[in-house]
């Protein structure tokens, strides 16, 4: 199945391009649906297409660890391990689906033949490049800075989409153990943490979450927390 133009040239990664470089990709590119605890791709692989995360959520996986082997959850809209495509080497990890996502997948060939053609498109994608690698950087600081209840706290109130709901409830993504990974904690560390913040009016009852006021946790989340990781 095609992607489509519209859906191609709403991607960030793809901001740069002119239509007709949209239709050749729309023409050469598919666009999967994948159900939840699908590989995408193993480790070490040479990929042959840019996996473009549209919907859904991506679970990356190492086999350095036999503990933790869920090392980051991509959230939608992401181009996954784009590194690996444009330098055309292995991957550095696997991934796979952890709920049900659609994926476009853009042929890894054609793509970095336009990005050496035109040195506006490369800069798109440089740009798309710089702003992952710069949240990635703003979540190790967070890693090194705050302790694994103010990462929690951090990741509910990113979850809320209605700031006047009092009290809010809040569906999670995915899975506690997937949080846990995404958080940068084991999931003992997890249970801990959402303990520690029921004094702050956080309740959890499995893949729900509910905050009794909104101020008091973002008062909390803004400050050092003195309980340890």
Request: overall charge neutral; charged content about 25%; some cysteine.
């Amino acid at each position: 199945m095609r992607p489509g133009v519209e859906t191609l040239t709403e991607l960030p990664i793809l901001r740069g391009f002119r239509e007709s470089e949209i239709r050749d990709l729309n023409e050469l590119g598919d666009l999967a649906r994948v159900g939840p605890g699908e590989v995408l791709y193993r480790e070490g692989e040479r990929l042959d297409a840019l996996h473009v995360l549209v919907d859904g959520y991506v679970a990356e996986t190492t086999s350095n660890s036999k503990e933790t082997p869920i090392t980051d959850v991509i959230a939608p809209v992401t181009p996954i391990d784009l590194p690996s495509i444009i330098l055309d080497i292995p991957t550095a990890s696997a991934t796979m689906t952890i709920t049900s996502t659609r994926i476009v997948l853009l042929p890894a060939k054609p793509l970095r033949s336009m990005l050496s053609a035109h040195a506006e498109l490369a800069n798109s994608v440089l740009s798309q490049s710089l702003r992952e690698m710069r949240a990635q950087r703003a979540e190790v600081a967070n890693l090194k800075l705050l302790s694994s209840v103010q990462r929690l706290a951090g990741f509910i109130l990113s979850c809320v989409t209605d700031p006047d709901q009092s009290p809010a409830r809040i569906i999670l993504p995915y899975e506690k153990r997937f949080l846990a990974a995404k958080i940068g904690c084991s999931q003992e560390n997890l249970s801990r943490a959402f303990a520690a913040l029921r004094p702050f009016g956080v309740y959890s009852e499995r893949g729900v979450v509910i905050v009794r006021d909104l101020d008091v946790l973002k008062a909390y989340q803004r400050k050092r927390s003195r309980i340890p990781a």
